[in-house]
């Protein structure tokens, strides 16, 4: 199954052993949400390491460690469309993290729309059933 298939498709084809990997990439990681300041929409959800937590306190910029390449991930350095930091929560039990983030580019996800343009956001799919997935 190609990423294409996964990434632009219309079937459901949830990664359900995602935990598994990321706990297989060797690094402590704790979930990372970031979320649109003045919408509230999520954007993006991933992992962070204190490498990852220092360099985004350092750089103002929603940083995460990618476990599927196993580096350090700054999101912008590739595409230009940076998540600039608004302000980091951290939740009751201290095992997640949430960084409001203002969005510097066209969009925040590295897939493109059909114009050819990043998405906005990572969640451009409403689920309609089982088995079928609508663009939203």
């Avoid at 390491?49 to 995460?64: D, G, M, P, V």
């Avoid at 350095?77 to 960084?99: A, H, M, R």
């Avoid at 493109?112 to 309609?128: F, V």
């Amino acid at each position: 199954m190609s990423n294409k298939e996964i990434e632009e498709g219309k079937r459901l084809l949830i990664d359900f052993n995602k935990l598994k990997k990321v706990t297989e990439c060797g690094q402590d990681l704790i979930p990372a949400v970031a979320q649109d300041v003045d919408t509230n929409e999520v954007l993006i959800v991933g992992y962070v390491n204190k490498l990852a937590l220092e360099t985004a306190l350092k750089e103002q910029k929603a940083t995460f460690w990618s476990s599927s390449r196993n580096e350090l991930w700054i999101k912008g350095n590739t595409s230009g469309d940076y998540l600039e930091l608004d302000d980091i929560l951290i939740n009751c039990e201290q095992n997640s993290i949430l960084y409001r983030v203002r969005l510097k580019g066209k969009g925040s996800c590295h897939t493109k729309n059909i114009e050819g343009n990043s998405r906005y956001g990572c969640y451009y799919r409403r689920l309609k059933s089982i088995n079928e997935l609508e663009f939203i």
